[in-house]
């Protein structure tokens, strides 16, 4: 890949509705034919149906406290904003795992969290999304979808796996012999699917939607906003019901399942449900789930990795097209 970036960050030690009557705020685009500023620190970015709010995951000394200066595990690799559309696979460099990423969109969190959690190594390569880079012909061979997340696994015969969840099953299936955050029973693995069947099909693509028409479509729709901040309920609504009488959702610990609606869930209590929102007082169940998971020290490690990353990536500027892509 021409042109790149390198930086390179520390290794982690962790071895082991009520429903709505009024929308949230939102913001419209002034025409179709305007450019939006991205800068990649600004909560309001998004390019694959979702953005970040990392102000409001880090822990409070997150500001001034950069990571330790200890050998690194893996390499993040920036693309330059003045780097040609072709795209290169990103050689292994040593690393078990190649992660083709971006700063922004919420499904590759889960996957740098379950990295972390298995104490595996990667190249955490960020594409040039501005060049297109996950639209050429090479990034399709990879990934014919043209989107990220994508992961190569150098120690597999380069072994590619695209779409989180079934990366994240096979992370947990093929790296995971201690049972860290997989399960052994037949049936609670049956479960476990149900789980990551139901957040990508239930809370990704309405969430994603919600805040879609929050921030970026280009005219305001009471009705559509409403819609999928009801569904956002909804689905914390069932999250609060299973977790009535139980930790986790499955096989009493912490599993893949739990750790892939963390950021979804976060970003839509802090950005898409109207503000205030009691999260505690509403869903006590999910919230106290959730504040499990953010607890464990691979998920704080990631944030506060992903926050560093933010304050030294160059600031740049996209424009998007009428349908929502950075062109």
Request: hydrophobic content about 35%; overall charge negative.
């Amino acid at each position: 890949m021409a042109d790149l970036i390198s930086i390179c960050v520390s290794s982690n030690p962790i071895s082991d509705m009520e429903f709505l009557s009024t929308p949230a705020p939102f913001h419209k685009a002034p025409d179709a034919d305007a450019a939006y500023d991205f800068t990649p620190a600004t909560p309001d970015t998004a390019l694959l149906g979702f953005s970040d709010s990392e102000s409001s995951l880090t822990t409070s000394d997150s500001e001034e406290e950069p990571l330790s200066p200890v050998p690194a595990a893996r390499e993040l690799v920036v693309s330059s904003p003045k780097v040609a559309p072709d795209f290169t696979p990103y050689p292994k460099q040593g690393k078990q795992f190649t992660l083709y990423n971006h700063d922004s969109g919420m499904n590759m969190w889960k996957i740098c969290f379950i990295l972390e959690e298995l104490g595996l190594t990667y190249n955490d390569v960020y594409m040039d999304f501005a060049g297109r880079e996950h639209k050429s012909e090479a990034y399709l061979e990879l990934n014919p979808n043209g989107k990220i997340p994508t992961l190569v696994d150098h120690s597999n015969d380069d072994f590619v796996v695209w779409e989180s969840n079934p990366i994240i099953k096979y992370l947990s299936e093929r790296y995971d012999p201690k049972g860290i955050l997989s399960i052994t029973d037949q049936k609670d693995q049956y479960r476990l699917d149900q789980w990551l069947f139901f957040q990508a099909s239930g809370q990704g693509p309405y969430f994603g939607q919600a805040q879609w028409f929050m921030k970026f479509h280009k005219e305001y729709v009471p009705s559509a906003i409403e819609r999928y901040q009801r569904e956002i309920k909804r689905v914390f609504t069932v999250l609060e019901r299973s977790l009535r009488d139980r930790d986790w959702l499955v096989g009493d610990k912490c599993t893949i399942a739990d750790i892939s609606f963390f950021k979804y869930n976060d970003y839509a209590s802090k950005e898409l449900l109207p503000q205030p929102f009691d999260f505690a007082g509403e869903f006590p169940n999910v919230y106290d789930w959730h504040q499990r998971v953010l607890a464990r020290p691979s998920v704080q490690y990631v944030l506060k990795y992903k926050e560093e990353l933010r304050r030294n990536r160059p600031t740049q500027k996209f424009e998007w097209n009428v349908e929502g892509e950075r062109v």
